[in-house]
Each structure stands twice: as C-alpha cells, then as structure tokens.
Nanobody
Framework: QVQLVESGGGLVQPGGSLRLSCAAS????????MGWYRQAPGKQRELVAL???????NYADLVKGRFTISRDNAQNTVYLQMNSLKPEDTAVYYC????????????????WGQGTQVTVSS
C-alpha cells in the first residue's frame, strides 16, 4: 500500500512561479526514480522531469532552464519548482514514483498521484 499526495497547484499569471510537492507514504521499502508528468486537455500525458534516487535529473526540452526537480529522500518527497511559467504549461501535473514496498521488496512498480491542476493565464 502506497499513496502519493500532491500539492501546490493553482492559478498563476504568465511569468509567475509555482512549487509542486508530492509526498509518498505507506509501506515503502525503497523509492527509485521519481518524476513529474503533465497532461493538457486533448493531449497525451508527457514527461516533464525525472530524478533518480541518486539525484540525476532529466527534463523535457520545453521546460529546461525553467523547471527544477528535486527530492528529499528522508521525507519521501519530490518537488517541482516551476519558474517563468507560460500558458502552454497549463495542464494537470501528475507525480510518479517507482517504488519497492515492504510487502514485496524484491520488485518495484510505478505509483501515481491524483494530479494537481496548474493553470497559467492572465
């Protein structure tokens, strides 16, 4: 049993900033990669950023230089700092984590947050 709870979404003006948080809880043995995805209306879900357990990161080209992903392993939390937001960043943002549980620590699977709405509009 694992839950991912997201927070930090909202309405901002173009050029503004938001910080998304996602905390994992439950019978967690270890967390491998964590990431953020987003899905705009009528579009497919796309990868925004990934961070490994060791801190290596990957970003979608469209957000490089504007977004920063980070994690706090002690709190089982991943963050997405979003700066210089553009209207095209408007989407539902989903937290993702590759987790091994205490029940089956030899295996791992993806878990997803409920999604948080980010709207960039004047």
């Amino acid at each position: 049993q694992v839950q991912l709870v997201e927070s930090g979404g909202g309405l901002v003006q173009p050029g503004g900033s938001l910080r998304l948080s996602c905390a994992a809880s439950g019978r967690i043995f270890s967390i491998h990669d964590m990431g953020w995805y987003r899905q705009a209306p009528g579009k497919q879900r796309e990868l925004v950023a990934l961070i490994s357990s060791g801190g290596s990161t990957n970003y979608a080209d469209l957000v490089k230089g504007r977004f920063t992903i980070s994690r706090d392993n002690a709190q089982n939390t991943v963050y997405l700092q979003m700066n210089s937001l553009k209207p095209e960043d408007t989407a539902v943002y989903y937290c993702n984590a590759d987790i091994s549980t205490k029940i089956t620590p030899w295996s791992h699977m993806d878990y997803w947050g409920q999604g948080t709405q980010v709207t960039v509009s004047s």
